[in-house]
């Protein structure tokens, strides 16, 4: 069915609030993008006449789309080789979405991101819509065919998982780029000591590569663990230049709302990775290095004036 051009702008002005809630959702700008483009495809084949609330409509069939492709995600991230990590959005990217509150910041934050893995469909289909686009649970409710109170009940379960997984508060943009600062120092040192005084007892080093960059199938646990791999990681070597293929320029910049440092290797996006800070040291380090998900980050980098580099490695 041929749209009228009301249709399609009707169509293209949601387009960004769509792909912000697909991301949330889906954890790929890629998959993401995809949903939404599905989305149209049945926007297109619908009598939108007999719509009465466009924006409604759409949200429901996005939503519902996402929810299939959570399931079978689920499916196929149990033959993913290593450990599966959301794609990172550079500071400035669209998918984003809103950032005009604490929760609608927070709920895109690559932390939050990893968290919501451990959701049920559903749960983070709700956490998303509520948390994140302050849906009223009455509509909720009508996008995922549940009761209102149904809805209500999931949300609460969904935020105290959340909730849970971040129960210590992060710190400042000044006070993370200042212990990011002293990370970089202490992990070119080539010493384990001044690494370890700057994490959390509890520590976590996560790296994603898909199985196309070397990354270990398992997360470091514990500080010591974490800043051994992290003081092996920053030191120059004939194995690091050979699998960077190239001099390392490493960038602090933001990624999903927080402190990221950016690996490039001759104008591409080489490795992103997201820091969470908190009050008591870096807790976490999420290190995205899988190519396939770093494509948009690269097609951003190159559009966009990212200064000098805060260090060259290799």
């Known amino acids: 069915m041929a749209l009228t051009m009301t249709d399609v702008d009707r169509f293209e002005s949601s387009r960004p609030r769509l792909e912000a809630i697909a991301y949330r959702l889906l954890g790929s700008a890629s998959e993401a993008e995809d ?3 599905e989305t149209y495809l049945r926007w297109q084949a619908t009598d939108t006449d007999r719509i009465e609330v466009p924006e409604a409509w759409l949200t429901k069939v996005l939503t519902n789309l996402c929810l299939n492709q959570l399931t079978s995600a689920r499916a196929r991230r149990e033959t993913y080789v290593g450990e599966w990590l959301p794609e990172p959005l550079l500071a400035g990217d669209p998918m984003l979405g ?30 998303v819509l509520r948390e994140a686009f302050d849906y009223p649970h009455r509509e909720i409710a009508g996008i995922l065919d549940l009761t209102e109170a149904a809805s209500q009940q999931i949300f609460h379960r969904a935020k105290k998982h959340v909730a849970e997984g971040r129960a210590r508060a992060e710190v400042d943009e000044a006070a ?24 959390t007892e509890d520590a976590v080093a996560v ?4 199985g196309k960059v070397p990354a270990r199938a398992r997360a470091f646990e514990g500080a010591v663990a974490v800043a051994k791999f992290m003081r092996g990681l920053f030191k120059p070597g004939p194995a690091q230049r050979a699998l960077a293929g190239g001099p390392v320029d490493l960038y602090l910049t933001s990624a999903n709302g927080g402190p990221a440092l950016v690996a490039v290797v001759g104008g591409r996006v080489f490795g992103v990775m997201c820091l969470e800070i908190t009050d008591g040291g870096i807790a976490a380090f999420r290190n995205q290095v899988n190519p396939d998900k770093l494509e948009r980050a690269t097609r951003q980098w190159a559009a966009t004036d990212h200064g000098t580099p805060l260090l060259r490695l290799f």
Request: proline content about 5%; cysteine-free; charged content about 30%.
């Open 35 to 37: 949903a939404v483009q």
């Open 98 to 127: 809103p950032a005009d509150s604490a929760e609608r910041r927070e709920s895109v934050s690559y932390a939050v991101l990893a968290l919501l893995e451990r959701l049920t469909p559903s749960e983070r289909a709700v956490y």
């Open 207 to 210: 790296g994603d590569g898909g």
């Open 176 to 199: 993370a780029r200042r212990i990011i600062e002293e990370f970089l120092a202490a992990a070119t040192s080539g010493r384990t000591e001044p690494l370890v005084r700057l994490l």
